[in-house]
């Protein structure tokens, strides 16, 4: 591997496939080590022979224009850029709309707004309505004091956990 001022082969090679053969076309930063290797290296001048060939290949092919099609896919995969906001300029200057600019820049922050909105409302609905539901008496859960069960070795801590008083007793028999 040939290597002069930091060019090494595969660095000229990965040039020579960027760029072509013609060394105005290289990097001016590199220009002058990879000319030096060049004139050094039969190897290296072989390479540019390949690629001079190759790049009068590529020049005498004819230049076809995209179709139609291609160019209508080509435009509608392209980003699409943002929509004017209908906010009042006045509103866009304060800073509540500059704010509002930054964290929906995609035009009127109001259907956001409303997705939020929409969501609150569900989940406060939801929850007053879940907690309005009464347990049947067996499934209620219940307290139960140290006192009744301090005669149970871990019957304290089972029915604590449990929540259920008649567990150390069912246990036990």
């Known amino acids: 591997m040939e290597k002069s001022s930091g060019m090494t082969m595969e660095r ?6 960027a760029y072509g053969a013609e ?3 290289w990097p001016d930063a590199e220009r002058q080590a ?4 060049v004139s050094r290296s039969q190897e290296v001048r072989l390479r540019i022979e390949e690629a001079r060939r190759l790049d009068l290949l590529l020049a005498e092919a004819p230049l076809e224009a995209p179709s139609a099609m291609l160019t209508a896919r080509l435009l509608a995969a392209r ?4 929509v004017a906001s209908p906010v009042s300029p006045a509103v866009r200057t304060s800073s509540l709309g500059r704010l509002l600019g930054l964290l ?3 035009g009127s922050p109001a259907f956001p ?3 939020v909105l929409a969501s609150l409302v569900l989940g406060i609905v939801t ?10 008496q067996e499934h209620a859960m219940t307290t139960v004091a140290p006192a009744e069960l301090s005669g149970e070795p871990g019957g ?8 259920h008083t008649s567990y150390p007793e069912d246990w036990t028999q």
Do not use: H, M
Request: charged share 15%; net charge negative.
């Open 156 to 163: 304290e801590i089972i029915s604590l956990a449990l929540a």
């Open 104 to 106: 929906w820049p995609y």
């Open 113 to 115: 707004a409303g997705a």
């Open 12 to 17: 000229l090679e990965a040039l020579l496939e």
């Open 79 to 82: 980003p699409r850029q943002l």
């Open 23 to 25: 060394p105005a076309r």
């Open 127 to 136: 929850g007053v309505g879940v907690s309005s539901i009464v347990l049947p």
């Open 34 to 37: 990879a000319e030096a290797l």
